[in-house]
């Protein structure tokens, strides 16, 4: 089945990267655990680039991605990262193709 896959990168400054893994470890799992759309919900950093964290988000459909963005969760976060991060990567949607 194909799905709407979210990639979200941020450059966080280091000493608050604590703090940005908590914020974004609460939007996570509210996401998978309140949102029947979202499949997937995985904050990663990149070997190497310790001031990386990206999401890797996978969602039934760009609808289920669109309701996403209403919830309080994410707003929650939203409120909570600005001051955390030097950057906020552009957002990349893909459409998975396999598996």
Not at 43 to 55: A, K, L, R, T
Not at 63 to 71: G, K
Not at 74 to 85: E, G, K, N, S, Y
């Amino acid at each position: 089945m194909n799905a709407f896959v979210v990639i979200a990168e941020f450059r966080v400054r280091p000493e608050r990267l604590a703090e940005f893994l908590e914020a974004a470890r609460d939007d996570a799992a509210h996401s998978v655990a309140d949102e029947p759309g979202c499949r997937q919900f995985d904050v990663v950093q990149p070997e190497g680039e310790g001031g990386i964290v990206v999401f890797y988000e996978v969602y039934d459909s760009r609808e289920a991605f669109d309701a996403h963005l209403q919830t309080p969760h994410l707003d929650r976060f939203r409120r909570a990262f600005p001051p955390l991060i030097l950057e906020e990567r552009p957002v990349r949607f893909l459409q998975r193709r396999y598996p």
